[in-house]
Structures are given as structure tokens and as C-alpha cells.
């Protein structure tokens, strides 16, 4: 019997051994099963469960390889097990953090974006754009414009944001675990369309970091953690800057005495919403209010002034540390030399960081910066110090920080949501002509 033969035979008879390749196709290690979710413990463990199933799946994808059915029952699972809690418990919406305490969870985050992922699974990548786009007003005049703002153009350098820049806001950071589709139109763009694709975020590089959250391709992405003062370059090879090591070791003594207030029920709550408690290279944050806004303004308030008091008594003369409010957390940053004085390390100083390691030719545009608030300005500002040709995205509805952003760059889209950007840059890649970009091995061949 010819090959064609056997492969006729084994589909008449509903056998799955068929004569397809199978070399590099990715499978999931687990699969999901409905769980019960009472407590944040179950919240994080299932969806780093998630992360487990989604990364293979990406891979998969933008390999153009087949889906595994058992995978997208695997989310269709961890999605019901979370809608379960929320139909379950939607008055209350409490969650324990130990067996004398709770706190008030909103699970919208989590459910919406596993939505999202089986509907681009179940039903493909035209539909999924019609899908989402009946949540956000003007999404297809939005959406063109963007496609015309990029213009088809090649970028050596793609610097961009994280949460709230590609990511929708979540109200826990080790919950923000990256969907499938954001993925994929992510590594999508960054491997037709840039040379050098980076993340630049505040948070932590592992341990909880962006790494952890992350489910796009290796060798994709250049991550830069702590506002670029560490990152993990295409190569897998981890990059940290300078700091002194008295300075450390105040900010050592610092994390410590921020991380004894988790055991005062007062302040219990902070490690548990938003950012929590991240010790970061050079800096930490502490989360006081999360996306919802669901702590009491005076207790925030609090938590703030309490910060505050002790760094105050760390550092009283104001030189090691520099408090940032970002209103959502509290970031205590390192400081660094500046011309006339000392001033706190921004993300502007990590990409010049990394450049000084990698060599990106900065001079050499042109180049897309996107982010979505005033701390993410320092990394337009440094790269319009080196080239003028250089475009910026914003994601924003503060017409303020829109206006600044235009001021300094006057090739500028201003967009309402991360889905929206997300569906520009993965487009875009889609009508990219063929010019020479940087390719990550095995990516859309």
C-alpha cells in the first residue's frame, strides 16, 4: 500500500495517526481541570497553570502549527472555574489570604481575557478582531488610522511598556498572566516589523517578574526589568547595572522594614492588590491602591505616609532615596548622579543602559516608543536625544500626558485601550513590505 494509501485508510477509519509533521509541534506538560478557587494561593496557582498551557500554544501558532483540542479545554476550564467564583460569590467577591483574613477580589481581569483567548482559538484571528471590537467605541477608525500611522515602516528600535501599554490592567501583577492573542500579535510585529523589540517596566526581571507573566516566543524579546537597571537580552544572557553597594544594602534594610507592615492587619491588604510587594534591582514598590479602586482613600493615604516615615528614617538628608506615587504604588527608587544633583533612576536611564550593552544605534531610526503614563516619557525623551525620526503611541485618556507627548514627538497616535494598539501593531504586520528585519529562529516562516 502507496503512502497516500495508508493516510486514506487511516482517515476513512477515524484513526489519528496521520502522516503529518510532528517535529517542534509543542504540547502543553498538563492539562486543566475544573478547581475550586477560594483563595489567592488558588487564584495565582491556577493561572501560572495558564501560562503553562498558553506558552506552547503560542509557539504553535506562530509556527503555523496546529492547535492541541486539549489545550483549549484547558482554558475553556480555568475560565469556568473562575466564573464560578464570581456567579458563586458576586456580592461578597472575598478571597482568603490565611485562615483569619480576606479581601475583596474582582476577577474581571482573569475572565475576560480567557474569553478573549477561546474565542481567538475557537473561532480565528478575522473574527476575533470583529469579536473585540464591539467592546471599545470608533475600534475600526482607530485601528486604520494606527495601520496608517506605522505606514508599513520598518523600526530598528520597538521600546514599549507593559501593563496598561499591551497589557490590559490587572487588578493583581501575579495574576497579569500575558493571553494568547496579545502574544501573538506582539511576536508577530516585533519579528517582521523592528530589529530590536524591548520591554522597559518597572516591575521585577524574575522572581516575580515580567518574565514570569510573559508567554511570547524565546529569543523575541529584549526584557528590561526596574526601569531597565536589569534585562534579559535575545540570547538569554541577563544584564545588571552598577549600584553601589552601601546603597544596596540601605535598600536591603529598607525592604526589610516595608515587609514587616505585612503583619499588621492594617497593612496586610497592600501585599496582596495591584503590584503588591516587588524588591526590584535599585528600587521596590508596594501597592496602595489597585485598578478598581476598591481601598478606602484614607487607608491608602496611610499606607503612603507610613512609607514615608521609614524611608525618611533610612535616609533623612533625601539622598540615597526618591519616592514615586504613581497614585496605584508606591515606588522607592535609588538614586542616581544627575548634573546638579542626585535624581531617581527612570526608564530613559535603562534603555541608555542598554544600549551601552547591546548597541542598538540609537542614532539609526526609525524608531516606536509606546506607553501609557508620564513614566514612560523618559524613554521618548532619551531616544529623541539621539534621532529625531522616531514615533510614539500612547495609550492614554488623560489629555494632559497626551499634549506632553505630542509636544516632544510630533509623530504621535494617541489610542484609548491596549487591545486597540494591539490590534495596530498586529496588522501592521500583516501589510509590512519585504525589507530585511530581524527574524527570531523558527518564527513565521
Known amino acids: 500500500m502507496s503512502d497516500a494509501e495508508e493516510q486514506s485508510y487511516a482517515l476513512l477509519n477515524g484513526e489519528r495517526n496521520f502522516l503529518f509533521p510532528?517535529?517542534?509541534?509543542?504540547?502543553?506538560?498538563?492539562?486543566?481541570?475544573?478547581?475550586?478557587?477560594?483563595?489567592?494561593?488558588?487564584?495565582?496557582?491556577?493561572?501560572?497553570?495558564?501560562?503553562?498551557?498558553?506558552?506552547?500554544?503560542?509557539?504553535?501558532?506562530?509556527?503555523?502549527?496546529v492547535i492541541n483540542l486539549r489545550s483549549l479545554e484547558s482554558l475553556r476550564n480555568a475560565r469556568r472555574s473562575l466564573e464560578f467564583v464570581c456567579y458563586k460569590d458576586q456580592d461578597s467577591g472575598m478571597f482568603t489570604i490565611d485562615p483569619q483574613h480576606s479581601i475583596r477580589v474582582d476577577l474581571s481581569y482573569e475572565i475576560r481575557e480567557l474569553k478573549k483567548d477561546t474565542y481567538y482559538l475557537e473561532h480565528g484571528e478575522d473574527y476575533f478582531i470583529d469579536y473585540i471590537s464591539q467592546f471599545y467605541n470608533d475600534f475600526e477608525r482607530h485601528v486604520l488610522n494606527g495601520i496608517e500611522f506605522l505606514d508599513s515602516l520598518h523600526f530598528n528600535c520597538f521600546i514599549t511598556d507593559r501593563d496598561g501599554t499591551t497589557n490590559n490592567y490587572c487588578g493583581h501583577y501575579r495574576s497579569s498572566i500575558q493571553p494568547i492573542y496579545n502574544a501573538v500579535f506582539l511576536s508577530r510585529f516585533a519579528s517582521q516589523c523592528t530589529q530590536n523589540p524591548i520591554f522597559i517596566t518597572s516591575a521585577p526581571l524574575k522572581d516575580f517578574g515580567i518574565v514570569d507573566v510573559s508567554v511570547n516566543p524565546e529569543n523575541v524579546f529584549i526584557y528590561a526589568a526596574s526601569k531597565g537597571r536589569e534585562f534579559l537580552?535575545?540570547?538569554?544572557?541577563?544584564?545588571?547595572?552598577?549600584?553601589?553597594?552601601?546603597?544596596?544594602?540601605?535598600?536591603?534594610?529598607?525592604?526589610?522594614?516595608?515587609?514587616?507592615?505585612?503583619?499588621?492587619?492594617?497593612?496586610?491588604?497592600?501585599?496582596?492588590?495591584?503590584?503588591?510587594?516587588?524588591?526590584?534591582?535599585?528600587?521596590?514598590?508596594?501597592?496602595?491602591?489597585?485598578?478598581?479602586?476598591?481601598?478606602?482613600?484614607?487607608?491608602?493615604?496611610?499606607?503612603?505616609?507610613?512609607?514615608?516615615?521609614?524611608?525618611?528614617?533610612?535616609?533623612?538628608?533625601?539622598?540615597?532615596?526618591?519616592?514615586?506615587?504613581?497614585?496605584?504604588?508606591?515606588?522607592?527608587?535609588?538614586?542616581?548622579?544627575?548634573?546638579n544633583d542626585r535624581r531617581d533612576f527612570d526608564k530613559g536611564d535603562g534603555l541608555k543602559y542598554i544600549d551601552s550593552c547591546l548597541n542598538l544605534h540609537l542614532d539609526k531610526g526609525p524608531h516606536l516608543v509606546c506607553g501609557d503614563t508620564s513614566s514612560d516619557v523618559p524613554m521618548l525623551e532619551a531616544v529623541l536625544t539621539f534621532s529625531d525620526d522616531v514615533y510614539a503611541i500612547f495609550v492614554t485618556r488623560d489629555p494632559d500626558l497626551a499634549q506632553?507627548?505630542?509636544?516632544?514627538?510630533?509623530?504621535?497616535?494617541?489610542?484609548?485601550?491596549?487591545?486597540?494598539?494591539?490590534?495596530?501593531?498586529?496588522?501592521?504586520?500583516?501589510?509590512?513590505?519585504?525589507?530585511?528585519?530581524?527574524?527570531?529562529?523558527?518564527?513565521?516562516?
Do not use: M
Not at 496586610?268 to 495591584?274: A, L, N, R, S
Not at 514598590?285 to 533610612?314: C, H, K, M
Not at 497616535?413 to 500583516?430: C, E, F, K, Q, R
Open 22 to 65: 510532528t517535529r517542534n509541534f509543542y504540547i502543553p506538560e498538563i492539562d486543566i481541570n475544573l478547581q475550586k478557587v477560594s483563595s489567592l494561593k488558588d487564584l495565582f496557582h491556577l493561572k501560572a497553570l495558564t501560562r503553562v498551557i498558553r506558552a506552547p500554544i503560542v509557539k504553535n501558532i506562530v509556527a503555523a502549527r
Open 233 to 339: 537580552d535575545c540570547n538569554g544572557e541577563e544584564h545588571r547595572a552598577f549600584i553601589d553597594p552601601s546603597k544596596q544594602e540601605r535598600l536591603s534594610l529598607l525592604a526589610r522594614k516595608i515587609g514587616q507592615l505585612e503583619h499588621t492587619p492594617e497593612f496586610e491588604k497592600f501585599f496582596y492588590i495591584g503590584s503588591g510587594f516587588q524588591i526590584k534591582f535599585g528600587q521596590l514598590t508596594l501597592a496602595r491602591q489597585d485598578v478598581f479602586n476598591s481601598i478606602a482613600e484614607d487607608e491608602s493615604q496611610e499606607v503612603l505616609n507610613t512609607v514615608g516615615t521609614i524611608v525618611r528614617e533610612l535616609d533623612p538628608e533625601g539622598d540615597i532615596f526618591r519616592i514615586n506615587d504613581t497614585g496605584r504604588d508606591i515606588e522607592v527608587v535609588l538614586t542616581v548622579d544627575g548634573q
Open 404 to 445: 506632553r507627548v505630542r509636544r516632544l514627538c510630533p509623530h504621535t497616535l494617541i489610542v484609548p485601550t491596549p487591545d486597540i494598539l494591539l490590534s495596530i501593531l498586529g496588522l501592521s504586520a500583516l501589510t509590512i513590505k519585504k525589507k530585511p528585519a530581524r527574524k527570531a529562529p523558527g518564527l513565521f516562516l
